[in-house]
């Protein structure tokens, strides 16, 4: 990721801070990354976020949490909202702290925060004790300015990462998309699976899902998948291969049409489109495969009749 850096040193600049665990980097989210990055613009600011390692918040708000997106996933998609530099710390390295270290220790301390965006519910501190009235009385006694950012609703309802966990485990990816802003992706260097593919003329590419990380329904999507090589249509199938393979560990094998190449060890990025079908155990070999045959005209029907993923229905509520 040129010109984005990983914070762990005092910033040697002023900047503009979004504040959030942003999980998914929803469309809620991205209003506070992009009202931050803005401002950074006007005032020649660097343009921050604060949150916590993905896989250091095991429970969140008293819920078990299986995270959507890994630390490089998130950066990533930060990125692209106009962030150019994150603090990323375990959760427990701070979560000791009370309202008026978090505020004096990595607000200004480490990230010479002179502008500071969140949403109306951010907490911070020691067991979420401090909320953004809290943040205000700690802007005005260290001389940081405090934003919040107005919710944004999809179909009348505040988005939430909760709800797009809900989408993805039911698999629902359109749904998912409408509150992301863009289709949810799975992403990582691919990696060598039994290469049984390849003796049937129909290669893959296997992704495998980090420890902790939201898993969505087992089952094969219509995908679209990039890769330094460009972008292809695709057929993904998410699950543990239960045919061939007695792998219990999940990941997102991916077949892409009209491609021929070698990807591994290649960083790639698949979105999940559409929801085909469940994942099942079949008899044989070629039988599951006359199924992928099929899979590749379902997927081609309905690939012409959605050319574009279209976010709809979203409004900023102020």
Not at 44 to 58: G, I, Q, Y
Not at 92 to 118: K, M, N, P, T, Y
Not at 277 to 292: M, T
Request: glycine letters at 8%; hydrophobic letters at 40%; charged letters at 20%.
């Amino acid at each position: 990721m040129k010109g984005f850096q990983r914070i762990t040193a005092p910033l040697a600049q002023k900047s503009a801070v979004a504040l959030g665990f942003f999980d998914g980097v929803h469309l809620g989210h991205r209003a506070v990354l992009g009202a931050a990055a803005r401002c950074a613009a006007e005032q020649e600011l660097l343009a921050c976020a604060f949150t916590f390692a993905a896989d250091s918040v095991p429970v969140k708000q008293g819920v078990p949490l299986s995270y959507l997106y890994t630390d490089t996933q998130k950066a990533e998609l930060m990125q692209d909202c106009g962030i150019h530099g994150v603090y990323c710390p375990a959760f427990s390295e701070l979560c000791g702290l009370d309202g008026e270290a978090f505020c004096r220790q990595v607000l200004v301390e480490l990230l010479h925060a002179q502008e500071v965006f969140c949403g109306g519910d951010f907490r911070f501190g020691a067991k979420a004790a401090w909320n953004i009235d809290s943040l205000r009385e700690f802007g005005s006694q260290f001389g940081f300015g405090v934003h919040q950012i107005a919710p944004v609703l999809c179909g009348g309802e505040k988005i939430s990462s909760t709800a797009i966990r809900q989408a993805i485990r039911a698999g629902k990816p359109e749904q998912a998309a409408n509150l992301l802003g863009v289709p949810y992706h799975v992403s990582g260097s691919v990696v060598h699976g039994a290469a049984l593919g390849r003796t049937k003329a129909v290669p893959t590419i296997n992704i495998p899902f980090a420890a902790g990380q939201l898993v969505p329904r087992y089952g094969v999507y219509v995908s679209r998948t990039h890769t330094p090589q460009g972008s292809f249509d695709s057929i993904t199938d998410i699950g543990v291969k239960p045919t061939v393979s007695e792998a219990q560990l999940p990941a997102a094998e991916t077949f892409l049409l009209h491609f021929s190449g070698d990807l591994y060890e290649q960083p790639c990025r698949v979105e999940l489109l559409h929801f085909l079908r469940d994942e099942q155990k079949f008899p044989d070999v070629d039988s599951l495969y006359r199924q992928i045959a099929q899979d590749q005209k379902q997927c081609q029907e309905w690939l012409k009749q959605h050319d574009n993923m279209i976010c709809e229905n979203t409004e900023i509520i102020i």
